[in-house]
């Protein structure tokens, strides 16, 4: 690291501690059995997609980019079917600057929403979008800068406002899980485009056939897209959606004032949203959400999004829909960042999700 | 994509069958039981690394980078336990380009070597090495740049001189293996730092205890240099690795000329080099590399690596070492690409390295 040159710049040893690598499999709290995942079959492909294609001739000798393609903008999924598994899988979908990790391993080192649900017998799609992890190959160009930004995150995250975390946060106080949860964030590589991104979750959809969508964060707003694109979405389970609430045209509402900035909502022909009524829509919010506007942008923007949920909500259930918001310390679940499948009390969160696909007969 | 105005390019509809996600499990041929996988655990973690701290103090409504901090250049890891797991795990390198898909489902949409070894009994860890899949936070600056180049990589992964197939070649000719091929292709975010990435990889067996590593071309060369910072390294499989032969000083071997440029050994001090003459290593070349230079360089470049991989064999058993190197046509396993692992007929080239890890008591 010295040869950064960077005298200013202090680098800390990382101490990587065996103590995490042991977790725990006594699951019959988690699920069901025997503390055993037994899959029937697991693999992993990318889907959607672009190809560009060079003209002229492709030439072995000098490999120059003449008559040469170039495929991305795909999605990458890695799936794991449980023996008898249940009849739709689920198909989880990571936030801004994350990637597959969100459900995997939680950050202090227990198991997140993939094992959890593969051990409820769930199959189980963890999507990388299109430029992002290993869907990495944009077709457009990226310029990626180290800049520091985490404790921006640990701010926006609601794990606290640094350097203190919120009182009473599920979030573990060990360094390394920290460590771990500055490292499961990595570059988007080109820029967003919701149609890319949508497009190739919608063709997830059609390769697998019908499943139930769990969003987080940015991949909110795509995931009501790709329901708009994809009737074989049958259900959506939304964390912490953010921006790109879509409403009828006629009834956006006015945009949220929020000491993050604006929070707008966006309009599309009612024809299109009515497709948003025919499914069963939950969305969950964790805690330290003011109930009025402050001037920590990181936290305030939570409230604005959750009201606009709200109204979205009201909208959707209007015309015919089936949404609901749960705001979890409301119902006596405390102490909740904006990672609530991965905070320390991820199984009574996965209870939630559990008993929403009971209620709605989708387990 | 038209927003990128580039008129002459052509962008091709990319059409995903369905056919490909229904893997066979029926798998007795391929390791144990009753077509199903059964796990202890599994999880992921990242592992190595470093942190660029940012001088000033942290203003949560500004969020500038004063004070703000920066984890990049770990790699990440996923992991799987089998149920009654051998001791020595495996852990898995992918090589230039490419990402742990490497190891997952082949391109035609079998099992890869995760699968098969998982059911072999095997404890498999999957690395994305520093900077590159999902261990994308790199401390470095990267421009990435959408650059046709899969026909070159088509030649020098020895599959066939594009557009024709090597005749015999063990690799799908449906089209969508290829698009699937093509699309395990990610960029390097931020340039190769081989101490960064053999010692994020020397840290992960500090974490997980002693292990078998099984490299593929260019995790070849930083291969050894892991074995050489740890000796946790048990044995070392390594497919067809390309640059980065360590010899003694005094015994590097003149460059080895090729169409492809000259390939050169790289000298290190004998105590250092001993450390490898106390572990099994097993080297493998698949077929279609030529015995006299050729001016196709993406072919002739393998010819260079086959030969240099015989000079350091002999010199690490020279001086008590345990090389072996496979030719694999010379034992009769004909038309493997530089994918040995997935290639058509991946099943044999296990077996033989089940062979291998049977004879030197490592299973």
């Known amino acids: 690291m010295k040869k950064l040159g960077l005298t200013r710049i202090k680098i800390l040893a990382v101490i990587i501690g065996s103590s995490l690598i042991g977790i725990s499999c006594s699951s019959s709290k988690n699920g069901t059995g025997n503390g055993l995942i037994t899959l029937r079959e697991q693999g992993s492909f990318a889907v959607g997609g672009s190809v560009i294609t060079n003209p002229g001739t492709f030439d072995p000798k000098t490999r120059t980019p003449d008559g040469q393609t170039y495929h991305g903008d795909h999605a990458y999924v890695f799936y794991q079917i449980p023996d008898k598994a249940r009849k739709l899988p689920l198909v989880f979908w990571h936030g801004i600057g994350q990637f597959s990790k969100t459900w995997e391993t939680t950050p202090d080192g227990r198991e997140g929403f993939q094992n959890i649900f593969l051990r409820r017998g769930f199959g189980v799609y963890l999507i990388d979008q299109p430029r992002r992890g290993n869907a990495g190959r944009s077709t457009v160009a990226a310029k990626i800068d180290p800049i520091p930004d985490e404790q921006g995150w640990f701010g926006t995250f609601r794990v606290?406002?640094?350097?203190?975390?919120?009182?009473?946060?599920?979030?573990?106080?060990?360094?390394?899980?920290?460590?771990?949860?500055?490292?499961?964030?990595?570059?988007?590589?080109?820029g967003f485009d919701t149609e890319v991104i949508s497009g190739a979750t919608s063709k997830l959809f059609d390769r697998i056939g019908e499943g139930i969508l769990v969003t987080h964060s940015?991949?909110?707003?795509?995931?009501?897209?790709?329901?708009?694109?994809?009737?074989?979405?049958?259900?959506?389970?939304?964390?912490?959606?953010?921006?790109?609430?879509?409403?009828?045209?006629?009834?956006?509402?006015?945009?949220?004032?929020?000491?993050?900035?604006?929070?707008?909502?966006?309009?599309?022909?009612?024809?299109?949203?009515?497709?948003?009524?025919?499914?069963?829509?939950?969305?969950?919010?964790g805690d330290f959400i003011p109930a009025q506007q402050i001037d920590n942008p990181g936290q305030d923007g939570w409230r604005a999004r959750l009201e606009m949920a709200r109204l979205w909500r009201d909208v959707v259930n209007k015309h015919g829909g089936d949404v609901t918001v749960v705001h979890l310390p409301e119902i006596g679940i405390k102490g909740n960042t904006h990672f609530p499948f991965s905070d320390l009390n991820n199984i009574e969160v996965a209870d939630q999700m559990s008993k929403f696909l009971k209620e709605k007969n989708l387990d």
Chains 1, 2 share one sequence.
Do not use: C
């Open 218 to 285: 940015h991949s909110g707003g795509f995931g009501w897209q790709t329901a708009l694109k994809n009737s074989k979405v049958k259900a959506i389970v939304s964390y912490e959606p953010g921006s790109g609430f879509v409403f009828p045209t006629w009834e956006v509402p006015a945009p949220i004032a929020s000491s993050s900035g604006p929070l707008e909502g966006v309009g599309i022909p009612l024809e299109e949203f009515m497709k948003l009524t025919k499914i069963p829509i939950i969305i969950y919010y």
């Open 160 to 190: 606290g406002i640094w350097p203190d975390y919120f009182p009473g946060v599920q979030f573990s106080k060990d360094p390394e899980a920290l460590n771990q949860y500055f490292r499961q964030i990595t570059p988007n590589i080109g």
